[in-house]
C-alpha cells in the first residue's frame, strides 16, 4: 500500500473544489448575461477557442469578454449545465476536461442544444484558481444549422 500524506491529499480535494467552483461560476456568469463578472473566472492573459462558428481563437480577459458578450447577445436566454469533470493537478496548474450541455433560446423564439466539452488549462492566481485557456470542442449540435465547429 502506498503512502499517503494527508496534507498533500487534503490540499489536491481543496483544489479539485475550487477548480468545479471557477467552472460552475462560468456557468452562472454567462446565464445570468454577467459579461463583467466573467474577470473572477479567467486570468487577465487568457485564451478561448469556441470554434470558427463562434469566434475562433481570442486573446485577453477584454476579447474574451466581449467575444462571450457578442455570442450571448444572440440569445434570449441560456442554461450551461456541466456534467462530469476529470481534473490533473500540477502544482500550480491544471488540465480538465468537461462535458457540457447549454441550451439557447434564440431572439426569435427557436431553441438549440449544443453537447460540448471545455478542455480547460487553469492556474492559480493570487485571487485564486482561473482559467487560463479554454477550447471548446462539439460532440453533438441540434438546432444550429450552418455554424462551424471543432468536432471531437
Not at 463562434?54 to 455570442?71: E, F, M, N, T
Not at 423564439?109 to 462539439?138: E, F, K, N
Request: aromatic share 6%.
Amino acid at each position: 500500500m502506498d503512502d499517503v500524506d494527508p496534507a498533500a491529499a487534503l490540499a489536491g480535494l481543496r483544489d479539485r473544489a475550487a477548480i468545479a467552483d471557477v467552472l460552475a461560476a462560468f456557468c452562472e456568469r454567462v446565464d445570468e448575461y454577467d459579461i463583467a463578472g466573467l474577470d473572477t473566472v479567467f486570468t487577465a492573459d487568457c485564451a478561448t477557442d469556441y470554434g470558427p462558428g463562434r469566434g475562433g481563437p481570442v486573446s485577453g480577459l477584454a476579447a474574451v469578454q466581449a467575444r462571450i458578450g457578442r455570442g450571448q447577445a444572440e440569445f434570449r436566454r441560456t442554461h450551461h449545465q456541466l456534467g462530469q469533470s476529470r481534473v490533473r493537478l500540477d502544482g500550480d496548474t491544471a488540465e480538465a476536461a468537461t462535458y457540457v450541455t447549454a441550451t439557447h433560446e434564440h431572439r426569435d423564439g427557436a431553441r438549440s442544444r449544443v453537447h460540448l466539452r471545455y478542455l480547460d488549462r487553469l492556474r492559480r492566481t493570487p485571487a485564486g484558481w482561473r482559467i487560463a485557456a479554454r477550447t471548446v470542442a462539439a460532440t453533438v449540435v441540434e438546432g444550429m444549422p450552418g455554424t462551424a465547429w471543432v468536432w471531437v
